[in-house]
Each structure stands twice: as structure tokens, then as C-alpha cells.
């Protein structure tokens, strides 16, 4: 496997953000002003004095190199076709100039599937500015593998490396290079590579054993109604087995079987149970959606395009870094080689799709509060005796255990293996995509407080959704018991939740000049050591006093719905919408419906376009827009769930 060097919080989207602005920034208006100097097209390796004095290995194995460059031997012409060489786009950003690694490292191959053997190994040494603050210009050099990245420097700073390039690179510190070299596993990745390695052998056994016992008719199934879950109500429902019906109709045949049936052991009840629970087939049903019923559909488009509208934005994002093999990251900066296209594309109407790509994750919220209002007053119908004690239980403890355990094995998997997930060139993290405080940090994860902290000293930076939600999940009962005591004092807390929302993202974006959101870099006027957009992060983005106005539209949401429901008598779960007759002030009500929903969506996607084509809004505009954008763009989802679920949508 390869070893990277770079730092793995620059793999959070927020991170990357201010590091493409200020490079890109400063490569358009300060690129004229590089001092280049190329003495010939290809780079070379002087034969010098130095070298033969110092008889190491590494001295020894670049000696042997340049004898046979100048000889023109093929696999001393091979590494050095393998060095980066001065590419085009230089205009747009591209100063990645890395070389090819594959090339460095293999041996060369003919047409007829001969090797060029050559008499040492070869690898790809990467070195990087360190005296730029903002723009990192990126070289690969193709050394012999005996050289490590002191005495490389050194040869380079004595020139006895001749190297074409950036003067600044001279006199290269000894952070200002890295070489790429074979990682292999650890203890923790072993370990972890056998825990997931049982549990995957366990549930094929347990497949296995299913049908073999099903086909022998040994292995009985469960006869009670099989408990599914859907996902979007978060509700049991109930659907039989094909199994079980056979069941019941072999013992209305053979009533002349005995009553007394014959004991089963409680081992092998306990193996049953066990097969079943790890079967694949057993838990087929759980995907199954055939039987589902058709509640609340429209909430299936909201999150698939959602969904959608996250992926392509991040698409947009990472694309800012990864491009065409010519990337080096080290010491948490990400580059480009175009990527003052991405900036000329966002001076355009349809990239503010793109930009306003946050406003997905709201809609999440509003759906996470509908659905937690609206299942907790139907299961309040369907069982009229409910505890609150087993209430909180039942809202604490299962959704914790539901979960955490799976959120556990993939944050075992980021810190430990993901290290080994990449190969192959310079792009992928040393120590995976995790940072180095992971291992100390991850049990905020597993608390659901890693919101609270620095995200660049966290796990898994992107899960900061699930923290928040289950925070939301926490206090959301506040508003349940309240609201199903006296919906007027429960609309009182939802309204708090939203004025806490408004009030604690005014008072902090205009405190700390975030006016610009989460692309506050492109705008700032602070030092170079400034970090905007991840101060922004840090204190609004993630905190959930900055984010529950959303979810608590979606808790008034989720009454207002189950009112509504309530009031068609419709408690039939596969008969639930409301069929009424569709009269011209039906018609003309739901079209303004409609006409202001769509007005407050298209205004928070495209109120911020004058910052991008030359008529920036003033601050006090820019502080309303993150303060109310996320409020409105609830109001106006809400509005079409209202409309959908009532029937006219479309």
C-alpha cells in the first residue's frame, strides 16, 4: 500500500473551501509575479563532486543515474521521463507538476512484453513550497529508493541536484518534501480486518444453516407476524410471512396430529433465534417494500433529491481538488490544476444550485421533525395506555442502540483501515481519512458531541448531521408532552426553539464578520493566517442553537399533518389521503400555496447571486440571509409537503 502525506481534517468539505479560494485568489492576481527559471526543457541531475565524496547507498544510486543518463541508458531515461515537467493551464491554477509515479516505480515493458530491467528501485519524492503562505507550487522528482528525504534535501540545497524551477525552492526545508513509499498493515488494521471478517462469516454460516434447515423443514419460523420497519415513519408494521400462511394451512390439515408435541431444547430454540437474527433472509423483509405502506410518499422525492443535490454538490467540491491525477496534498492544503474554472462558473445564475447546496441538509431536518411529531400521535392513538416512562425508554435507549452500533463499526473502519484505501499516487491521506487525534477523540462520536468541538481535531468531520439530529432527538419531547398536553403552550416551545435559532445566529455573524457564510475566505479581509469559513463552521454551521429552526418547522409540521389527518378519518394507514372535491377556491388556494412556497425556495437559492456577479449586498442584507435562509427554506418545504399530503400536488 502507499503512504501519503497529508493531514486528514483537510478531507472535510468545510476545510477544503477557504484553501481553493485563497489559491485560486492568489494565483489570478499574483501569478505574473512568479520568478521561473528553466535552463532546459527536461530537469537533470548534475554529476557532482559532492556526491562521489559521500559514499552512501543514496549518493552511490544517483552517481549510477547519471552515468547513464548521459549514457542514454533506457531505464535511467525511464525515471527521468517519470519527473514533472512544466504543464498547460499554468493560467488556471495549475501548479501541480508531479510527474507520473506509476512510471517511477515499475519497470518499463516493450510491445512484445519484454522489462527493462533496471539496477535500482526507483520512487516518487514529492516536494512542495513551505515559504508561500497561500499557493504551494508541487514537483515530482523520481530518486532511487535508497534516498530519503534529508539527504535529498541536502543534495538539493548543495545543488547537486540541479532541479528547474521555482527559485524559491532552493534552500528546502525539511518539511518541504515527501516520498511515497509502501505502507503495511498494523496491529489495530489487522484486528479490525478479523472482527469484520467474523461477522461477515457468521451471517453467511447463518444464511447457509437458513435454507439448509428450511429446505429439511427442520428450521421453523417464526409464527408470529414478522416486524418490519419503515425507515420513513419510523414505524413497526406488520406483514406475514408467505411461511407462515403455509404454516397455518399444514395445521388445519393434520388436526390428528398430537397435542402433545415434542420439547424442543432451549439451546436449540436459542440457535433458532440466532440463525434467524444473522440470516440474510430473515432480514430480507426489513428491505422489502412491496407490503409498505403508502404514507407520507411525497417525503420520498424530498429526500431523494436531497440526497441528489448533497452529492452533486460535493461532487462540485472534492472535483476542486482531484483532477486528472495532478494533486499533492501535504500539511492541509488542497490545489488544482484548473481551478479558476470553477470560480468563472460560479459568476453564473445556475452554479447558485451548487453554492446553496447547504440548504439540503435543512431539509433533512424538517423531515427528521414531521416524522418524530407525527409517528409519536399515531402511535398515541394506536395505543391509548402508553407510559411515559416507557415513552423515554422506548425514545432514549432503542434509537441510541439503533443507532450507534453500526455508527461504531463504520468509525472503526475510518480510523483503522482507511489508511490502506488508497494507492497508486500522490492523493490519499498517510493516515487515512482520519486525523492523527481520531484515536483520542472518537468517543464524541459515539456521545454525539463532536459538534461541540473543533472539527479539525474530531472523527469523521461529516457526521456532525448525526450529532446535531440526535441532539434535536434529545429535546424533542420537551415539545411532544408538551404539545399533546395543549397544543398552544406546545406551539409556544417550537416557537422558542426558532426564536433561539434567529437570535443566536444574528448576535454571532455579526459579532465575528461572518456575513459571508461559509464562504466568508473569498471575502475576507483578515490576515493570511485567517480561517474564515472554518471559525463560520466551527461556531454557526454545526452548532444546534444555529440549526433547529428547521426542525422545529418540521415538529409544527408534523402536527399540523397529523391534524389533518386526524380529521379525515382516514386511520386506515393504506387509505390515508384525504379525498375531497376539488372546488375553484381549492384550485385557487393551493395555486398561491404553491406560488409562495416556490417564491421563498427560489429566494433562498438565488438571494445571494449578486455577491458572485459583481453586485454584492450589503451586510446587513448578508446577515439576514444566514440568519432567516434556512427558516424560510423550511417554511417554503413545509408548504409543499402540506400540499402534496392533502392531496394536490400534482
Given at each position: 500500500?502507499?503512504?501519503?502525506?497529508?493531514?486528514?481534517?483537510?478531507?472535510?468539505?468545510?476545510?477544503?473551501?477557504?484553501?481553493?479560494?485563497?489559491?485560486?485568489?492568489?494565483?489570478?492576481?499574483?501569478?505574473?509575479?512568479?520568478?521561473m527559471?528553466?535552463?532546459?526543457?527536461?530537469?537533470?541531475?548534475?554529476?557532482?563532486?559532492?556526491?562521489?565524496?559521500?559514499?552512501?547507498?543514496?549518493?552511490?544510486?544517483?552517481?549510477?543515474?547519471?552515468?547513464?543518463?548521459?549514457?542514454?541508458?533506457?531505464?535511467?531515461?525511464?525515471?527521468?521521463?517519470?519527473?514533472?515537467?512544466?504543464?498547460?493551464?499554468?493560467?488556471?491554477?495549475?501548479?501541480?507538476?508531479?510527474?507520473?509515479?506509476?512510471?517511477?516505480?515499475?519497470?518499463?515493458?516493450?510491445?512484445?512484453?519484454?522489462?527493462?530491467?533496471?539496477?535500482?528501485?526507483?520512487?516518487?519524492?514529492?516536494?512542495?513550497?513551505?515559504?508561500?503562505?497561500?499557493?504551494?507550487?508541487?514537483?515530482?522528482?523520481?530518486?532511487?529508493?535508497?534516498?530519503?528525504?534529508?539527504?535529498?534535501?541536502?543534495?538539493?540545497?548543495?545543488?547537486?541536484?540541479?532541479?528547474?524551477?521555482?527559485?524559491?525552492?532552493?534552500?528546502?526545508?525539511?518539511?518541504?518534501?515527501?516520498?511515497?513509499?509502501?505502507?503495511?498493515?498494523?496491529?489495530?488494521?489487522?484486528?479490525?480486518?478479523?472482527?469484520?471478517?467474523?461477522?461477515?462469516?457468521?451471517?453467511?454460516?447463518?444464511?447457509?444453516?437458513?435454507?439448509?434447515?428450511?429446505?429439511?423443514?427442520?428450521?421453523?419460523?417464526?409464527e408470529?407476524?414478522?416486524?418490519?420497519?419503515?425507515?420513513?415513519?419510523?414505524?413497526t408494521?406488520?406483514?406475514?410471512?408467505?411461511?407462515?400462511?403455509?404454516?397455518?394451512?399444514?395445521?388445519?390439515?393434520?388436526?390428528?396430529?398430537?397435542?402433545?408435541?415434542?420439547?424442543?431444547?432451549?439451546?436449540?430454540?436459542?440457535?433458532?433465534?440466532?440463525?434467524?437474527?444473522?440470516?440474510?433472509i430473515?432480514?430480507?423483509?426489513?428491505?422489502?417494500?412491496?407490503?409498505?405502506?403508502?404514507?407520507?410518499?411525497?417525503?420520498?422525492?424530498?429526500?431523494?433529491?436531497?440526497?441528489?443535490?448533497?452529492?452533486?454538490?460535493?461532487?462540485?467540491?472534492?472535483?476542486?481538488?482531484?483532477?486528472?491525477?495532478?494533486?499533492?496534498?501535504?500539511?492541509?492544503?488542497?490545489?488544482?490544476?484548473?481551478?479558476?474554472?470553477?470560480?468563472?462558473?460560479?459568476?453564473?445564475?445556475?452554479?447558485?444550485?451548487?453554492?446553496?447546496?447547504?440548504?439540503?441538509?435543512?431539509?433533512?431536518?424538517?423531515?427528521?421533525?414531521?416524522?418524530?411529531?407525527?409517528?409519536?400521535?399515531?402511535?398515541?392513538?394506536?395505543?391509548?395506555?402508553?407510559?411515559?416512562?416507557?415513552?423515554?425508554?422506548?425514545?432514549?435507549?432503542?434509537?441510541?442502540?439503533?443507532?450507534?452500533?453500526?455508527?461504531?463499526?463504520?468509525?472503526?473502519?475510518?480510523?483503522?483501515?482507511?489508511?490502506?484505501?488508497g494507492?497508486?499516487?500522490?492523493?490519499y491521506?498517510?493516515?487515512?481519512?482520519?486525523?492523527?487525534?481520531?484515536?483520542?477523540?472518537?468517543?464524541?462520536?459515539?456521545l454525539?458531541?463532536?459538534?461541540?468541538?473543533?472539527?479539525?481535531?474530531?472523527?469523521?468531520?461529516?457526521?456532525?448531521f448525526?450529532?446535531?439530529?440526535?441532539?434535536?432527538?434529545?429535546?424533542?419531547?420537551?415539545?411532544?408532552?408538551?404539545?399533546?398536553?395543549?397544543?398552544?403552550?406546545?406551539?409556544?416551545?417550537?416557537?422558542?426553539?426558532?426564536?433561539?435559532?434567529?437570535?443566536?445566529?444574528a448576535?454571532?455573524?455579526?459579532k465575528?464578520?461572518?456575513?459571508?457564510?461559509?464562504?466568508?475566505?473569498?471575502?475576507?479581509?483578515?490576515?493570511?493566517?485567517?480561517?474564515?469559513?472554518?471559525?463560520?463552521?466551527?461556531?454557526?454551521?454545526?452548532?444546534?442553537?444555529?440549526?433547529?429552526?428547521?426542525?422545529?418547522?418540521?415538529?409544527?409540521?408534523?402536527?399540523?399533518?397529523?391534524?389533518i389527518?386526524?380529521?379525515?378519518n382516514?386511520?386506515?394507514?393504506?387509505?390515508?389521503?384525504?379525498?375531497t372535491?376539488?372546488?375553484?377556491?381549492?384550485?385557487?388556494?393551493?395555486?398561491?400555496?404553491?406560488?409562495?412556497?416556490?417564491?421563498?425556495?427560489?429566494?433562498?437559492?438565488?438571494g445571494?447571486?449578486?455577491?458572485?456577479?459583481?453586485?454584492?449586498?450589503?451586510?446587513?442584507?448578508?446577515?439576514?440571509?444566514?440568519?432567516?435562509?434556512?427558516?424560510?427554506?423550511?417554511?417554503?418545504?413545509?408548504?409543499?409537503?402540506?400540499?402534496?399530503?392533502?392531496?394536490?400536488?400534482?
Amino acid at each position: 500500500m502507499i503512504k501519503f502525506g497529508i493531514k486528514a481534517e483537510s478531507l472535510s468539505s468545510i476545510n477544503l473551501i477557504p484553501k481553493i479560494i485563497a489559491n485560486a485568489r492568489f494565483v489570478q492576481e499574483n501569478f505574473v509575479d512568479f520568478n521561473m527559471e528553466f535552463n532546459q526543457t527536461l530537469p537533470w541531475i548534475k554529476l557532482d563532486p559532492k556526491l562521489n565524496s559521500n559514499e552512501s547507498n543514496c549518493s552511490r544510486d544517483i552517481a549510477l543515474l547519471t552515468r547513464d543518463l548521459v549514457s542514454k541508458q533506457t531505464w535511467a531515461l525511464k525515471t527521468l521521463d517519470a519527473w514533472g515537467k512544466l504543464p498547460s493551464g499554468i493560467m488556471q491554477g495549475n501548479i501541480f507538476w508531479i510527474g507520473s509515479t506509476y512510471e517511477c516505480e515499475h519497470h518499463l515493458r516493450g510491445l512484445n512484453n519484454t522489462v527493462v530491467e533496471q539496477p535500482i528501485r526507483t520512487r516518487t519524492c514529492i516536494i512542495s513550497s513551505t515559504q508561500s503562505i497561500t499557493v504551494r507550487p508541487i514537483y515530482g522528482i523520481c530518486v532511487p529508493q535508497s534516498c530519503n528525504e534529508n539527504e535529498l534535501i541536502n543534495y538539493i540545497n548543495q545543488h547537486a541536484i540541479r532541479i528547474p524551477f521555482i527559485k524559491n525552492f532552493i534552500n528546502l526545508k525539511n518539511d518541504s518534501m515527501h516520498c511515497l513509499d509502501q505502507r503495511s498493515y498494523d496491529a489495530n488494521a489487522i484486528l479490525t480486518i478479523v472482527f469484520l471478517s467474523v461477522i461477515a462469516f457468521l451471517i453467511l454460516v447463518a444464511t447457509g444453516m437458513h435454507i439448509a434447515y428450511r429446505h429439511k423443514h427442520v428450521l421453523k419460523m417464526d409464527e408470529t407476524p414478522a416486524t418490519t420497519y419503515e425507515p420513513i415513519l419510523s414505524r413497526t408494521t406488520t406483514a406475514v410471512s408467505t411461511s407462515q400462511t403455509q404454516s397455518s394451512a399444514n395445521e388445519q390439515e393434520n388436526e390428528a396430529t398430537p397435542l402433545i408435541a415434542r420439547p424442543q431444547h432451549a439451546a436449540d430454540s436459542m440457535a433458532q433465534n440466532l440463525i434467524n437474527c444473522c440470516s440474510l433472509i430473515s432480514s430480507y423483509p426489513i428491505l422489502n417494500r412491496e407490503h409498505q405502506p403508502k404514507i407520507l410518499s411525497c417525503l420520498n422525492g424530498i429526500r431523494v433529491l436531497s440526497l441528489w443535490w448533497i452529492i452533486i454538490g460535493h461532487t462540485f467540491l472534492y472535483a476542486a481538488y482531484y483532477s486528472e491525477n495532478n494533486l499533492f496534498v501535504k500539511h492541509n492544503y488542497f490545489n488544482l490544476d484548473n481551478v479558476l474554472t470553477i470560480f468563472n462558473w460560479s459568476r453564473q445564475l445556475w452554479f447558485q444550485i451548487i453554492v446553496q447546496g447547504v440548504l439540503s441538509v435543512d431539509s433533512f431536518f424538517v423531515l427528521s421533525g414531521l416524522l418524530t411529531t407525527f409517528i409519536f400521535f399515531v402511535m398515541k392513538v394506536e395505543n391509548e395506555r402508553v407510559s411515559i416512562g416507557k415513552f423515554l425508554l422506548n425514545h432514549y435507549v432503542y434509537r441510541y442502540i439503533r443507532y450507534t452500533v453500526f455508527y461504531a463499526i463504520i468509525l472503526l473502519i475510518h480510523i483503522n483501515l482507511s489508511s490502506y484505501l488508497g494507492q497508486g499516487g500522490p492523493v490519499y491521506p498517510v493516515n487515512g481519512s482520519e486525523t492523527s487525534t481520531c484515536r483520542q477523540t472518537w468517543w464524541r462520536n459515539l456521545l454525539y458531541i463532536n459538534n461541540f468541538f473543533d472539527m479539525k481535531t474530531g472523527c469523521m468531520p461529516i457526521t456532525w448531521f448525526l450529532a446535531v439530529y440526535m441532539q434535536f432527538h434529545w429535546i424533542s419531547p420537551l415539545y411532544l408532552l408538551t404539545v399533546s398536553w395543549n397544543w398552544v403552550f406546545g406551539m409556544l416551545v417550537a416557537v422558542a426553539f426558532i426564536l433561539v435559532d434567529i437570535i443566536t445566529t444574528a448576535v454571532i455573524v455579526s459579532k465575528n464578520n461572518y456575513d459571508h457564510g461559509i464562504f466568508g475566505e473569498m471575502y475576507s479581509t483578515r490576515t493570511n493566517g485567517s480561517d474564515t469559513t472554518h471559525d463560520y463552521s466551527n461556531d454557526v454551521y454545526i452548532k444546534p442553537w444555529c440549526r433547529i429552526a428547521p426542525y422545529a418547522v418540521g415538529l409544527i409540521l408534523g402536527y399540523v399533518l397529523y391534524e389533518i389527518y386526524k380529521r379525515a378519518n382516514a386511520f386506515s394507514w393504506d387509505s390515508l389521503l384525504p379525498q375531497t372535491r376539488v372546488t375553484r377556491f381549492n384550485r385557487v388556494k393551493y395555486i398561491i400555496a404553491w406560488l409562495c412556497a416556490l417564491t421563498l425556495l427560489v429566494l433562498c437559492i438565488f438571494g445571494t447571486y449578486g455577491d458572485f456577479n459583481g453586485h454584492p449586498l450589503n451586510r446587513s442584507e448578508r446577515i439576514a440571509f444566514l440568519t432567516l435562509s434556512r427558516l424560510a427554506w423550511a417554511i417554503g418545504l413545509g408548504i409543499v409537503i402540506v400540499i402534496c399530503f392533502t392531496g394536490y400536488g400534482g
